[in-house]
Every structure is written in C-alpha cells, then in structure tokens.
C-alpha cells in the first residue's frame, strides 16, 4: 500500500517568512495530490491540490510542487500570517480506487505550523 | 457550496450505551466516508460507502456500525464502546467520478469521549 512520509513535524516561522512542507509517497499509481490544514477543534479544510499531470499550481500565497520522478511534494506558504497557524497535512490517492467512486488517501503525519509576531 | 455538517459535536457515553453519529451533505456527493482521528495523528479512514452501498471497511471492530439510509446522510452507529475509542470522528465527502472525484470535504467532526 501507500506510505506517504511527512517533515517536519513542527516548524516554527516569523510572521512575513515562507514555510515549506515537504512530502514523499511511495506508490507510483498515486496521480492526486491534496493538502489539508486542521485548526484546533475543527476538521480538515482542504487548501490547495495537485493532480500528477501539473508540476506546480499556485493560490494566492499558496503553492504546491510536484515532482513526480522523485516521488515528492511540497507545500509552500509565502508571507505567513498568524492564522496560518494550525496542522497542515498532505495525502496521496489513486483517483479512483473504490468501485463506483470515490478514492482512498494515506495521509502524512502533518506538520505543526506555528507563526509567531 | 462545500458544506458537510456532523452532529453532536461532542458525545460522552458509558461502555454499554448505545448511540449514533450523524453526517449530511448536499453536494450531491455519492461517495461518503468515515475517519478517526486521535490525537495529534492523522486521520484513519474507517469506511467508504459509494452509492449507497459500502465498499470499503478497514477491519473496523463490529461495535462500529455503518448506515447510508440515502445519498445524503451517513450514519455511525455506536455500541459497547472501549476508553481506546475515544477521538475525533470525521466524516468526508466526495462526487464520484469525473476530474474532481477524487477531492475529500470533510466535516467539523463529532469528538466523542468514552467512559
């Protein structure tokens, strides 16, 4: 099955710095790639995905990398803000892998984000 | 619209009560999902259920008990549950075919304590 691998697990920046997450998963049929950010108490939102035919796609002060030879993926977050926050995780799916639709994700261990003032 | 709510929002219940979890969407989602989620760990997919119909479970224990009465709502049903049962339990949502069916909206999730 899946191994998605997640570093690190805490990282600690100045409001206005950059944050990198970095992923590696091991299945080579995995093709989608989503982030997920969870605040405390609450479930995870999803913030940005990438699809294993798009090497990089960007929102606003997100962005996502993927390198799909390497079998890694990153997240990264420009100017950081304090609510930014919370616990970011990344997962890896086949598309499709139930009959009838939907999909299975493995998620990374998450990575404590924390931005000080 | 990207909204999947979960009630209660919290749940104590003894080891020989019986209660049930409730999730809906209106997304016109066809695939529906259950997770668990300790603390600090990622979520831990439990059951998929697509059309209705449920087509995977990952070795959950039968005090677990899944329904999907319709396209909408998703059941958990809890029965003699263990303190180890304790977490977070979130529900997810997704279409199920097409170039987006593989995108997970997640519910707040219901926390529920175990006594």
């Known amino acids: 099955g899946e191994n998605v691998e997640q570093h690190p697990s805490t990282l600690s920046v100045q409001e206005g710095d950059s944050a990198v997450i970095k992923c590696t998963y091991s299945?080579?049929?995995?093709?989608?790639f989503p982030w997920y950010k969870q605040e405390l108490g609450k479930g995870p939102q999803l913030i940005i995905d990438?699809?294993?035919?798009?090497g990089e796609k960007k929102d606003q002060r997100i962005a996502v990398t993927l390198n799909k030879t390497a079998k890694h993926f990153s997240l990264h977050i420009t100017e950081t803000q304090p609510e930014d926050s919370a616990v970011y995780f990344c997962?890896?799916?086949?598309?499709?892998?139930?009959?009838?639709?939907?999909?299975?994700?493995?998620f990374g261990t998450g990575t404590q984000l924390k931005v000080e003032l | 619209d990207t909204e999947v709510t979960q009630t209660p929002k919290h749940l104590v219940m003894g080891m020989t009560n019986k209660k049930s979890l409730k999730c809906e969407q209106h997304m016109g989602h066809r695939a529906m999902y259950w997770y668990k989620q300790k603390a600090k760990k990622p979520p831990e997919l439990m059951f998929v259920y697509s059309y209705e119909k449920l087509s995977i479970n990952e070795s959950v224990p039968s005090r677990f008990s899944p329904e999907c009465p319709n396209s909408s709502l998703l059941n958990l049903h809890l029965h003699a549950l263990q303190p180890e049962d304790s977490a977070l339990y979130l529900c997810a949502s997704s279409s199920s075919g097409g170039p987006r069916g593989a995108t997970q909206y997640f519910g707040p999730g219901t926390r529920l304590t175990v006594l």
């Open positions: 990438i699809r294993s035919n798009v």
């Open positions: 997962a890896a799916s086949p598309r499709y892998v139930v009959t009838g639709g939907g999909n299975k994700l493995t």
């Open positions: 299945d080579s049929a995995s093709n989608y």
